[in-house]
């Protein structure tokens, strides 16, 4: 079972929309909540939550941690086609002296002209 | 300062062979995590690792995968006799410490053939 839900799995909306990416997560050892953006190489580092109803906002993009719900939300308004990528939910789990990511399967995103 | 490298970014390799998969933190990064991406899945933790040490390997398969951060010089995922099942994108992340964002390089794709 999975510890890191992604919904939806994928997402076509026209530029200027604004999109609404959902992560649900368990809460085993949960130290984190990360969102990154994969286009075709590297997931980029979008934001890191860690407390609950702490908006954190970059640009166009924000996200906000409900930890007694487990979920985040990523927020991304005035959708551009460059929005268009993958974004990557990931726990940072962190137990026994050890840190790791546990990353749910994506949102794809794609923003058409 | 330069991201995280990893080198090669493509790398084939014939059923039998050995793999040997680079990466370089970022400056001032002690922690590497190696990921690893299979088509149409999520990113999957492999091992994170500190200077000279194994910290968690949990995510590692027993046989034919190790990996090392020697004092000097970069981090190395080996894989012995590959399989076609190897096949996939291998990402290596770094941070400072341990429970903070992680970055990620631009990953080797590994194609057993």
């Known amino acids: 079972e999975d510890k890191v839900v992604q919904s939806p799995l994928s997402l076509v909306v026209h530029e200027g929309d604004t999109v609404t990416l959902n992560c649900s997560y368990e809460v085993t050892n949960f130290r984190s909540l990360l969102w990154y953006k994969q286009e075709k190489k590297a997931p980029t580092f979008l934001f890191m939550l860690t407390s609950s109803g702490i908006e954190k906002k970059s640009g166009r993009l924000s996200s906000i941690l409900d930890k007694k719900e487990l979920f985040s939300i990523l927020n991304i308004t005035a959708t551009q086609t460059g929005d268009s990528a993958i974004y990557l939910c990931?726990?940072?789990?962190?137990?026994?002296?050890?840190?790791?990511?546990?990353f749910g399967k994506g949102t794809k995103l794609s923003v058409i002209p | 300062n330069a991201g995280v490298m990893q080198n090669p970014r493509h790398l084939v390799r014939r059923r039998g062979q050995e793999a040997r998969l680079r990466c370089s933190p970022m400056k001032g990064h002690s922690h590497v995590y190696w990921y690893r991406q299979l088509p149409e899945e999520g990113l999957k933790f492999m091992v994170y690792l500190q200077k000279e040490n194994i910290i968690d390997e949990s995510g590692m398969p027993k046989e034919r995968f190790s990996a090392e951060f020697p004092k000097e010089g970069p981090s190395i995922l080996r894989i012995q006799q590959v399989v076609r099942g190897d096949s996939a994108a291998y990402f290596c992340a770094s941070s400072p410490s341990a429970n903070t964002e992680a970055f990620f390089g631009q990953g080797t794709r590994l194609t057993v053939v």
């Open positions: 990931a726990r940072g789990d962190s137990g026994a002296g050890s840190y790791q990511l546990t």
